[in-house]
């Protein structure tokens, strides 16, 4: 269990604040808090994938849901040589995904979870915390779906924490910490919902929307 100095409540506190907590490994007992001098974040109007891999979205042959298995996404995302996503953390995780606070996409094809995102929520700030791929592609999917989500439910801030190559590649850019803590301080004085009424939306809207990398303009469901 969780040190009962840290709850759901302090960790929650601790995004509000613009730090996030990491471990050195899956077993690693201690908490570290994190503030990078630089942050990364996904522009919600900049998102962008290549034109193949929005065919490949509008073809289908793979299903998309959000909240359905929570813990597996965690536990793919941990599932790696090298963690920050130790036990306790993925504990607190479920802790705030019971409280409405974490949630995750899924993509499956059929009955297996092959692909996946996942992140905690305040306001109208979306804190991406990992993702996975089991099969070509699945995690930029489960982005391109997270993004287009986000867009329809009124939210203004995806914070990826760090920029990677991957990220890099999608429209995801680097700013520094003064300008983020400005960001996020607007984005928690206003609302969104992860579920907004109408969706989900079906694999073309979502691929003409992330071919265009006009995300924001296209937000209609089916």
């Given at each position: 269990?969780?040190?009962?100095q840290i709850t759901?409540?302090?960790?929650?506190r601790a995004y509000?604040?613009?730090?996030?907590?990491?471990?050195?490994?899956?077993?690693?007992?201690?908490?570290?808090?994190?503030?990078?001098?630089?942050?990364?974040?996904?522009?919600?109007?900049?998102?962008?994938?290549?034109?193949?891999?929005?065919?490949?979205?509008?073809?289908?042959?793979?299903?998309?849901?959000?909240?359905?298995?929570?813990?597996?996404?965690?536990?793919?995302?941990?599932?790696?040589?090298?963690?920050?996503?130790?036990?306790?953390?993925?504990?607190?995780?479920?802790?705030?995904?019971?409280?409405?606070?974490?949630?995750?996409?899924?993509?499956?094809?059929?009955?297996?979870?092959?692909?996946?995102?996942?992140?905690?929520?305040?306001?109208?700030?979306?804190?991406?915390?990992?993702?996975?791929?089991?099969?070509?592609?699945?995690?930029?999917?489960?982005?391109?779906?997270?993004?287009?989500?986000?867009?329809?439910?009124?939210?203004?801030?995806?914070?990826?924490?760090?920029?990677?190559?991957?990220?890099?590649?999608?429209?995801?850019?680097?700013?520094?910490?003064?300008?983020?803590?400005?960001?996020?301080?607007?984005?928690?004085?206003?609302?969104?919902?992860?579920?907004?009424?109408?969706?989900?939306?079906s694999p073309t809207?979502?691929?003409?929307?992330?071919?265009?990398?006009?995300?924001?303009?296209?937000?209609?469901?089916?």
């Open positions: 269990m969780p040190d009962p759901p409540d302090i960790l929650l509000t604040m613009g730090i996030f907590p990491m471990a050195d490994g899956r077993d690693d007992p201690e908490i570290h808090w994190i503030d990078p001098r630089h942050r990364g974040i996904m522009p919600l109007d900049g998102f962008h994938l290549s034109r193949s891999l929005a065919r490949h979205i509008r073809q289908g042959g793979f299903q998309v849901t959000a909240d359905r298995d929570f813990t597996g996404v965690v536990e793919a995302c941990a599932l790696r040589e090298e963690t920050w996503i130790s036990h306790r953390i993925q504990t607190l995780y479920e802790a705030l995904h019971k409280l409405g606070h974490a949630h995750s996409i899924e993509v499956w094809d059929g009955e297996v979870l092959i692909g996946g995102v996942y992140g905690v929520t305040l306001g109208a700030a979306f804190f991406g915390e990992s993702m996975f791929s089991r099969r070509t592609d699945a995690s930029k999917i489960a982005l391109a779906y997270t993004v287009h989500r986000l867009n329809a439910g009124g939210f203004r801030l995806f914070d990826t924490q760090f920029l990677t190559p991957h990220l890099a590649s999608l429209g995801g850019v680097e700013i520094p910490r003064a300008e983020y803590h400005e960001r996020l301080a607007d984005a928690l004085a206003h609302r969104a919902d992860f579920a907004p009424k109408g969706y989900p939306p809207v979502v691929a003409s929307a992330a071919a265009s990398g006009r995300l924001q303009d296209n937000t209609q469901t089916s």
